[in-house]
Each structure stands twice: as C-alpha cells, then as structure tokens.
C-alpha cells in the first residue's frame, strides 16, 4: 500500500503530467493516446529519462479535473511521471 500511495506524489518525479481524452472519443481514440504516451516515454527513456504510466490516478479523476479545472466534456485518461532514475534507491520499501 505504501508503494501504491507513491503514485499520488508521482514517485517523487520533478516532472508530472495529466493526459485527458474528450468523453466522445471511443476506443480507437484510447488507442491513439494510448501510442501517444508510449512514444513519448520511448523518447524520454532514448534522452536518459524514466517515466512511470499512473492508471491509480483515475481513482481520484473528479479530484484531479477540479484541481486542473478541465472542462467537463475531457476525462482523466492517467498521469505521468518522468524524472532520472534513482537507481540507488530500495523500490521494495
């Protein structure tokens, strides 16, 4: 649970990001972001970058859209986080 909750400060990441879709969009367009984030995350990790797709923040999507002031019609698809690898640190606490 203690590794779970880390999410919701991005693993201590300098940089976080929100990805949000239009309500109308159906799946092929889930797909689309879907290969969207994946590039971006094969582009960080070719400039020495990590990232960290986060599902767990669509169990607080109202929270984050108020928080963000999104407009009604996106939804929270998930967030990001991307920093450099601590590599020294204990994953497993």
Do not use: K
């Amino acid at each position: 649970m203690r590794q779970f909750a880390r999410n919701f400060d991005f693993f201590g990441a300098p940089v976080s990001m929100f990805f949000l879709l239009d309500r109308t969009m159906g799946p092929p367009q889930w797909s689309d972001l879907g290969m969207f984030i994946q590039t971006l995350m094969l582009l960080a990790r070719e400039r020495g970058l990590e990232t960290c797709p986060q599902e767990a923040w669509t169990s607080w999507h109202q929270e984050v859209t108020e928080f963000i002031g999104s407009a009604p019609e996106v939804m929270l698809f998930c967030g990001l986080a991307m920093g450099y690898g601590d590599y020294a640190s204990n994953f497993h606490e």
